[in-house]
């Protein structure tokens, strides 16, 4: 149990630093979640619409809605038409959502990869499998 306790604490202290980051640049908790998906999404190749958004965050049509509005309106993300289908609108984050972002996480980003390169490869290896296990366990839930 000493281990799903500390790894409840972290998760405790990542919520208050994202809480704290959104906080300072005028967003709300989801609005950071929102860009966290979005960008998530970007990474592993996925384009992402409004819908998938929406789905992602357990948000219905309207609230995706709005929170589309106010991220775009702070200039973090834009619509983009889809190429191959002029009918589908994807979201894109903003290169400045990138740079908001790093410039706050970017430090916390750093020492975890530090910290992370202390391990062995097999080490390393144990991490991901477990981390990916939890991740796993709490999308069944």
């Known amino acids: 149990m ?3 306790h500390l790894l409840r604490e972290v998760t405790l202290r990542l ?47 309207a609230g995706t809605t709005a929170l589309i509005d ?3 309106r702070l200039g973090l993300i834009r619509r983009v038409r889809d190429t191959r289908d002029r009918r589908r609108v994807l979201l894109e984050v903003d290169e400045r959502a990138v740079t908001l972002g790093r410039s706050f996480f970017g430090p916390l980003i750093d020492r975890t990869i530090a910290l ?3 391990f062995e490869a097999g080490e390393q290896a144990a991490i991901r499998r477990f981390l990916s296990g939890v991740r796993d366990a709490v999308g069944e839930g």
Not at 29 to 52: M, V, Y
Request: proline letters at 4%; charged letters at 25%.
């Open 70 to 72: 106010r991220l775009e």
């Open 2 to 4: 000493d281990l799903v």
């Open 116 to 118: 992370l390169a202390t």
């Open 15 to 61: 919520d208050l630093a994202g809480a704290r980051f959104a906080g300072d640049n005028g967003l709300h908790p989801t609005d950071l979640r929102a860009l966290i998906s979005l960008l998530d999404a970007a990474r592993n190749g996925a384009e992402s619409t409004p819908g998938r958004l929406g789905e992602r965050l357990g948000l219905n049509s």
